[in-house]
């Protein structure tokens, strides 16, 4: 019987944070992916869950503040080329805010934006999908029917 090669796993929480039907995302402030659009998320710490850490990057990158009974499961995505800088697996929650939520720019995120769900918004990693899913998980209706593609680096 082979052994098979062990591999360090990144567990990793995003949220598809929703306000009147445009989802919000942050510029990413280095590689990889600099400049490039991305959900809010990231690492969990130690002793935390993925929903605490979802929770707390929405807060850290956007200064929305939510609570854990908000989120819902999209889903986890552990494709093993989801990542370039390695093997990660994330929890993606969506949730949606009142009309009159701000957000502003933190952390990591250089800049935040809300976008209608359209089949053109080129993201990082695999987040096309997991809109695409958050998308149909809340029956909102994308501003194009095409298939939303994740955008991989050459």
Same mark, same amino acid.
């Given at each position: ?22 989802? $919000?995302?942050? @510029?990413? !402030? ?6 490039? /659009?991305? =959900?809010? +998320?990231? &690492? ?13 990057? $929405?807060?850290? @990158?956007? !200064? ?6 908000? /989120?819902? =499961?999209? +889903?986890? &995505? ?45 993201l990082a990693f695999d ?9 149909t998980k809340l029956g909102l209706q ?13």
């Amino acid at each position: 019987m082979s052994e098979k090669p062990t591999e360090a796993v990144q567990l990793t929480a995003d949220v598809v944070c929703v306000r009147d039907g445009k989802i $919000l995302f942050i @510029e990413r !402030g280095w590689d990889p992916y600099k400049g490039s /659009l991305a =959900l809010p +998320g990231g &690492y969990l710490d130690a002793g935390e869950t993925a929903k605490e850490a979802a929770v707390r990057e $929405l807060g850290e @990158e956007t !200064g929305i503040e939510i609570r854990e009974a908000d /989120l819902e =499961l999209v +889903g986890v &995505y552990d494709e093993p080329d989801r990542d370039p800088r390695g093997r990660f697996v994330s929890v993606a929650y969506v949730v949606t805010v009142p009309a009159d939520t701000v957000a502003t720019a933190g952390d990591d995120a250089v800049a935040v934006q809300w976008q209608a769900p359209t089949s053109t918004l080129r993201l990082a990693f695999d987040h096309n999908r997991i809109v695409g899913d958050a998308v149909t998980k809340l029956g909102l209706q994308p501003v194009s029917r095409v298939r939303f593609n994740p955008r991989r680096t050459s």
